[in-house]
């Protein structure tokens, strides 16, 4: 009896902490939305003063869109994408970010925009020979394997789409 009262205990535990983290992101991705609204203001996308970084606003759904992602990083603050990936649909929203270390040709569409809630992301080239040296110090090492340690929360899917770091 005891063994289950600490099992509920721990289950409490984890799942306070997950709603903590999840009303944390939820407010940095509002804050970022924020950000990249005033920064833009009419829909479309532009380059920042930050090498490789871009801003996107859009009030309405796209068309599919071919393109190639460099590698890099896909914010998204508010809104919805869905990129396809050969015969496979990944939707990214404020959840889900897309990291990629490889060029891939997708096909990419904004599924949720609209004037009153605009789909706001920012998309960041990476330098890969600066991420194999950040990737190979202590404290990231330390860090991946604390996640790979960590609990997923029942019912939620993992998803990883990613590529290893050639070269």
Do not use: C
């Not at 289950?11 to 940095?28: E, F, G, P, V, Y």
């Not at 110090?137 to 789409?161: D, E, M, S, T, V």
């Amino acid at each position: 009896m005891l063994r289950r009262a600490e099992g509920a205990s721990e289950m409490l535990k984890q799942r306070n902490s997950r709603d903590a983290n999840a009303s944390r992101l939820s407010h940095l991705l509002t804050e970022l939305a924020k950000k990249i609204s005033n920064s833009l203001g009419d829909p479309g996308e532009r380059a920042t003063e930050v090498p490789g970084l871009m801003l996107y606003r859009r009030t309405a759904p796209t068309v599919p869109n071919p393109s190639t992602y460099e590698p890099s990083l896909l914010v998204i603050a508010q809104g919805r994408i869905r990129v396809d990936l050969g015969k496979a649909s990944y939707v990214f929203g404020q959840s889900r970010f897309l990291v990629t270390s490889l060029e891939v040709p997708v096909m990419s569409q904004v599924i949720t925009a609209s004037e009153k809630a605009p789909y706001l992301a920012f998309f960041l080239k990476l330098d890969m020979s600066t991420v194999r040296t950040f990737s190979t110090q202590k404290k990231f090492i330390f860090l991946r394997q604390a996640l790979a340690r960590a609990q997923w929360p029942p019912g939620r899917q993992r998803l990883n789409w990613s590529t290893p770091v050639l070269g």
